[in-house]
């Protein structure tokens, strides 16, 4: 009995925040095969090319990939939090800690964007003519690189728009105490976005 | 005015969140530390070993499996079990290719 009925002065809303969740989680299901297909598409070349891969590994930032997984992995904290203040009544502190999280995915895009301009300036870049000349294992490891990286960036840039708008909901008190489940939703895909993360890097950065 | 009589609806103490956090730090810092130790073929491995660690607590804390039904346990269990089979029969597949 989870669904809140109200139909005061004629209004009648159904509204079913358990299903919410479950449809939620279907959605998460269908982003980790998207991704999952690509996990095994690099475990395939890894088994292929393992010298390559590592070789290309050796040339990421560690430090830079790094940074990114504490930025991501605290973006998370303050997306459990915002949730648990909103719960807790706490609006403002809610919407404190959505702005953390926002400001957050702005930083990782940004050590994502110096990233991938040093790799540009090296020569690496999807379709670069001194990527042709490395070896083929070199080329599949940095092909799969910027698809993964990319794909999950664009993840990461979507997150930030839906956790925008709902900041949005929260401050005009549509999305409140007594109905969380779309902020929970919200939370549900960022977490799934720093999952995803977590098994990036040290698929990319930390194999030499 | 809230709907507290929702009993499957479990308020996580703030430092639950706060230490699972802190649990994920230290093992970034420790998947950092082991790439420096040269182990060939196990390092990928160690590496898959220690983020599948990191996303059980993200599943189970910040993403309150833990807290919730059942149900979402056994729905994730049917669609990694799923994976799994997808992985099986790649590597049947492409692990005997000359």
């Not at chain 1, 509204?15 to 095969?33: C, Q, R, S, Y």
């Not at chain 1, 956790?163 to 977490?191: C, P, S």
């Not at chain 2, 093992?27 to 599948?52: G, N, P």
């Not at chain 2, 660690?53 to 079990?81: C, D, E, N, Q, W």
Request: charged share 10%.
């Amino acid at each position: 009995m989870s669904q809140v009925s109200s139909a005061a002065g004629g209004h009648h809303e159904h509204h079913d925040p358990e299903a919410n969740k479950i449809g939620m989680w279907l959605f998460l299901f269908t982003e980790v095969l998207l991704f999952g297909t690509l996990f095994i598409a690099y475990a395939v070349y890894l088994n292929w090319h393992r010298w390559d891969f590592m070789a290309g590994s050796h040339e990421l930032d560690k430090l830079m990939g790094a940074t990114n997984t504490v930025i991501l992995l605290t973006s998370s904290l303050t997306m459990a939090l915002s949730i648990g203040a909103l719960e807790r009544g706490k609006k403002a502190l809610s919407l404190i800690m959505l702005s953390g999280t926002l400001l957050f995915s702005f930083a990782f895009l940004c050590v994502k964007a110096v990233e991938w301009t040093h790799k540009y300036h090296h020569g690496i870049w999807p379709d670069a003519e001194h990527l042709g000349v490395l070896p083929y294992g070199q080329q599949l490891f940095f092909g799969l690189y910027f698809t993964m990286t990319g794909l999950h960036a664009a993840h990461v840039i979507i997150g930030a728009v839906v956790i925008l708008f709902a900041m949005g909901l929260v401050a005009r008190g549509k999305v409140h105490q007594g109905r969380v489940d779309f902020l929970e939703n919200t939370g549900l895909y960022w977490h799934l976005v720093d999952l995803v993360w977590i098994f990036l890097f040290p698929l990319f950065y930390l194999i030499h | 005015m809230g709907m507290l009589k929702d009993k499957d609806h479990h308020i996580v103490p703030y430092s639950v969140y706060i230490n699972v956090w802190l649990a994920l730090l230290v093992l970034t810092v420790i998947t950092v530390a082991v790439s420096y130790v040269d182990m060939r073929h196990v390092a990928v491995l160690t590496a898959v070993f220690i983020a599948t660690g990191k996303s059980m607590l993200v599943l189970l804390y910040f993403m309150h499996i833990r807290f919730g039904k059942p149900m979402y346990m056994v729905m994730i269990l049917v669609v990694l079990a799923a994976y799994a089979v997808f992985i099986g029969l790649t590597f049947f597949d492409y692990g005997f290719r000359a």
